[in-house]
């Protein structure tokens, strides 16, 4: 359980083009969907909380105007790359909130490689 | 601010040994705890969750949480070379799903 998927898996595109990522929760609702963003060699870094039904919650120093989320279901959440440029390559990686036994987890797409020539 | 912290390493060890990994976090209202995997090139997998004081085992892995002094480790035993990650230490608050992540540590098994 708790499959997380996000598609598509790699994209390549021009610059100035805008790049449309999907996360979707196959066996579980996810009223909560995170979106991070990891360059090479470093850290996961958050950019935004995804809300099923309402605005997301955006990290400081995201640009929220760049990065259009999208959670209008409550298994579906899509990351919009606004007129790309090459340095918003990076791997971008969703994860959705699950209530277990005795807890909330998140849990992880495989990731989105986005190349931005 | 919410920290998390972790030795980047790498940690180097060779293959049949103990990996020891180490975790603390500065948010005393912490409640839940986990560690993540995650190979070159792929998004993270979760290994182990913890979330009272003490140990929790799960084959080779065992998680240890002392909330008193804020530190949560993970050892692996008879570490594989396929152990070789960067490993994701994890705090959560409980109330949402939101976490907190360290910057990871690289573990590097040497057959």
């Known amino acids: 359980g708790a499959v997380v998927s996000q598609h598509p898996s790699r994209v390549i595109c021009k610059s100035g083009t805008s790049v449309k990522i999907e996360c979707r929760s196959l066996d579980f609702q996810a009223t909560t969907m995170f979106w991070y963003r990891q360059f090479p060699k470093q850290s996961l870094m958050l950019m935004a909380t995804s809300n099923e039904g309402s605005k997301a919650t955006y990290e400081q120093g995201v640009e929220k105007d760049k990065f259009l989320i999208n959670h209008a279901s409550l298994t579906l959440s899509t990351l919009t790359v606004t007129s790309a440029h090459p340095e918003d390559s990076s791997f971008y990686i969703c994860?959705?909130?699950?209530?277990?036994?005795?807890?909330?987890?998140?849990?992880f797409g495989p990731g989105t490689r986005l190349t931005v020539l | 601010q919410k920290e998390v912290e972790q030795n980047s390493g790498p940690l180097s060890v060779p293959e049949g040994a103990i990996a020891s990994l180490n975790c603390t976090y500065s948010d005393r209202g912490s409640q839940s705890f986990f560690w993540y995997r995650q190979y070159s090139g792929k998004s993270p997998e979760l290994i182990m969750s913890i979330y009272s004081n003490g140990d929790k085992e799960d084959g080779r892995f065992t998680a240890q949480l002392n909330k008193a002094s804020q530190y949560v480790s993970l050892l692996i035993r008879d570490s594989q070379p396929s152990d070789s990650a960067t490993y994701l230490c994890?705090?959560?608050?409980?109330?949402?799903?939101?976490?907190?992540f360290g910057k990871g540590t690289l573990l590097t098994v040497n057959p």
């Open positions: 994860s959705a909130g699950a209530r277990t036994r005795l807890s909330n987890e998140q849990f």
């Open positions: 994890a705090v959560g608050g409980g109330s949402n799903y939101k976490l907190t």
